[in-house]
């Protein structure tokens, strides 16, 4: 592999990690903050996917699809924890993952009855479709630099969220204890209610985002739960940072591996996961 | 009149009525009831469309022929096996043994099928697979009782490789995902294109279902064949479509494919999809009588476009007839039955197609070239193409 191929290579690894980084982000915040295994977080990435196509038809602009789109999912968000996760903060892990696990088979008959099981395209919007040449016969689309821009502002954002306002301050303090922070006059449940709804638009979010670059099919969830997992276990559960430095690695292995190792590419990730866990249990950074 | 007596004798009653309803059922069933017709496809997930459309045509078939099979009434049942490979089995019995059908129709996924399979050999039920390519079904595995109406996975690229080298492409990258259809799409492949003097440069794989193509590409740029083929279908084919073209490879290495690469995603590919070249035993362009008759019936009856699934699901049914009205409805004349079917051609809208020693399609395979959200039939890549049912033990 020469050096430029080596660079192409490494940018597609970091476009791949930022997108999952996106996703995996709302995951770990629901985990960590709420104590919730969400099984159906892929399903939000899906839903986003979706929006953005049925949006996109409607509206003829993606980015007004991704606005509205982004307003409906945080009011979905709310109403879900309002109306079936509030009730389950206290409950068994188990409980919690037969709870989002169906949930997952609701949200597929849902999405066959609304939109049917086509797979769809979403149009790249005419302002960024161009390609830069990268070699004489590989171009790279324009659309993927922004894709992963716009994952680089969220992470941003997130992190001047939780780091630097008082509604981080807040959430960081229900996290830590949440029986003090109650007595201290903070209103958990708002607090969680807001998270959650923050962690479900993430996840809808990378769906819009990448739809475009990924098609829109049915199951398209189920696969990328998986690595979601995969994501916040190695960075630790409830740690966000953590999230974006295992990403990148996710995203590093994942393409180094298919091309160096392909025979064990499909192992190569869980492989580094098993590894991570051997000499950190609890993840690269703990909560 | 004794209350004992009126007991024993009431009882007495009832018994020799449920022993004689116990003694009398398989010869009452053979000639006036229904026939249980079973259809284990996916009517969720991923291949929800295919397992419509099969349904679809098969019934079109069925009703264009009075709704009877030998005369006979038919009651369907319906399992969706979800794409599932781990349920194959217990999902099939339950058509099997619950619900006791004829004839099982099924299935897409070559994974499930191996279950469906394993309870065909072992109940001896009939088996007429709409789709599923896995090859053992019709080689080392194969069974009387079980008939395929679509392909092998090996058979559109078995037509694939004279088809590139024609056009001087004769240095190859292959690609595909790691998993059974994969690795038996490239067998006709490695077979059909070394056989006509070309290269395969490198073969490249990828996890299934993964749909992380960029590095691949990349990797492609890198090597620069003369083309690449490939095998994927479905969601991750109009994914590989859109990749291939936004990486700008489709200006300088010409994209081959089996046919299923451009099946029921061209209007999520758009013109990413322009210029492909595929080999499938049919495509909806065909510019045949019999062609136009079928989309035209279909249209009306369904309101929807039919596809290859379609066309699959409607031979099924065509065959089944035959077999069926060659015994006069009696399906448990199985020899006779078997015959019938091993020795029918099949008026398809694919064109005619036989049945091979081993229970596949020999058929034509088309060149497709997508123009305009169309694979647009250009010719017919090789004729009379069959599987070679290597191990098969029947016939």
């Known amino acids: ?287 | 009149m004794t209350t004992r007596r009126l007991v024993l004798t009431r009882s007495a009653a009832v018994i020799g009525a449920a022993s004689s309803g116990l003694l009398l059922p398989s010869i009452v069933r053979a000639q006036s009831s229904k026939v249980r017709v079973g259809f284990m496809l996916p009517y969720t997930g991923t291949f929800a469309q295919l397992g419509v459309a099969i349904e679809n045509g098969f019934r079109m078939a069925i009703n264009e022929q009075g709704g009877k099979l030998g005369g006979r009434e038919i009651e369907y049942f319906k399992v969706d096996d979800e794409s599932n490979p781990a349920k194959g089995i217990e999902n099939a019995n339950r058509l099997v043994q619950r619900d006791k059908v004829d004839v099982l129709i099924g299935t897409v996924h070559s994974g499930v099928q191996m279950g469906i399979h394993r309870v065909a050999r072992e109940s001896g039920v009939l088996n007429l697979i709409p789709n599923a390519g896995v090859h053992v079904a019709t080689r080392a595995q194969c069974a009387p009782n079980v008939f395929r109406t679509s392909f092998s996975n090996s058979q559109p690229t078995l037509a694939l490789g004279k088809a590139m080298v024609d056009r001087g492409h004769k240095k190859a990258v292959w690609i595909t995902w790691n998993y059974a259809a994969g690795d038996e799409a490239f067998e006709g492949f490695e077979q059909s294109y070394t056989a006509a003097g070309g290269t395969i440069v490198k073969k490249l794989g990828l996890p299934f279902p993964n749909v992380e193509f960029q590095a691949l590409l990349t990797e492609i740029a890198s090597i620069k064949p003369d083309a690449v083929a490939c095998f994927f279908a479905g969601g991750g084919a109009a994914k590989f479509l859109k990749d291939y073209a936004a990486a700008g490879l489709n200006k300088s290495i010409q994209l081959y494919g089996s046919g299923f690469l451009t099946e029921g995603v061209l209007e999520a590919a758009g013109d990413a999809a322009n210029g492909v070249l595929t080999t499938m035993h049919y495509s909806d362009s065909l510019d045949t009588p019999r062609n136009k008759q079928f989309r035209l019936d279909y249209a009306k009856t369904f309101k929807l476009q039919p596809d290859v699934y379609a066309v699959q699901g409607y031979d099924t049914g065509l065959l089944l007839i035959k077999g069926a009205n060659a015994v006069k409805g009696d399906l448990d004349n199985k020899k006779a039955l078997y015959a019938a079917m091993e020795g029918a051609t099949i008026d398809s809208p694919r064109g005619k197609w036989t049945m091979s020693k081993a229970h596949n399609p020999i058929q034509d395979m088309y060149l497709r070239k997508v123009e305009n959200r169309e694979n647009k039939v250009i010719g017919i890549a090789q004729k009379a193409v069959a599987d070679s049912g290597a191990g098969c033990r029947m016939g």
């Open chain 1, 1 to 287: 592999m020469d050096f430029a191929n080596f660079l192409i290579q490494l940018l597609n690894s970091l476009q791949y990690g930022l997108l999952l980084f996106m996703l995996a982000a709302g995951l770990t915040l629901i985990f960590g903050i709420m104590g919730v295994v969400n099984l159906a977080h892929g399903s939000f990435y899906m839903l986003g996917a979706y929006l953005a196509w049925a949006l996109t038809a409607q509206f003829n602009s993606l980015t007004l699809a991704i606005v509205v789109g982004c307003v409906l999912a945080l009011a979905f968000g709310w109403l879900l924890e309002w109306l079936l996760f509030r009730h389950f903060y206290q409950r068994d892990h188990l409980d919690q993952v037969l709870l989002t696990f169906g949930l997952i088979y609701i949200f597929e008959e849902l999405r066959s009855i609304l939109w049917g099981d086509d797979v769809h395209s979403v149009a790249v919007p005419e302002a960024v479709s161009q390609s830069i040449q990268l070699t004489e016969n590989l171009s790279y689309p324009v659309y993927r630099l922004v894709v992963s821009g716009v994952c680089i502002a969220l992470a941003l954002g997130l992190y001047g969220l939780i780091s630097k306002t008082r509604l981080g301050m807040k959430i960081r303090a229900g996290a830590f204890n949440r029986e003090m922070a109650e007595s201290l006059g903070i209103n958990i449940r708002l607090i969680h209610g807001v998270v959650f709804a923050l962690g479900v638009t993430l996840a809808a979010i990378a769906g819009m985002v990448a739809a475009p670059i990924s098609s829109v099919y049915p199951g398209m969830g189920g696969s990328v739960l998986i690595m979601c997992f995969v994501v916040v276990v190695i960075g630790g559960i409830g740690s966000v940072r953590g999230a974006l430095v295992a990403a990148l690695l996710v995203g590093l292995v994942d393409t180094f591996g298919k091309v160096l190792v392909p025979q064990i590419a499909g192992m190569a990730v869980y492989m580094l996961m098993a590894g991570v866990l051997l000499y950190k249990p609890e993840g690269l950074f703990k909560q």
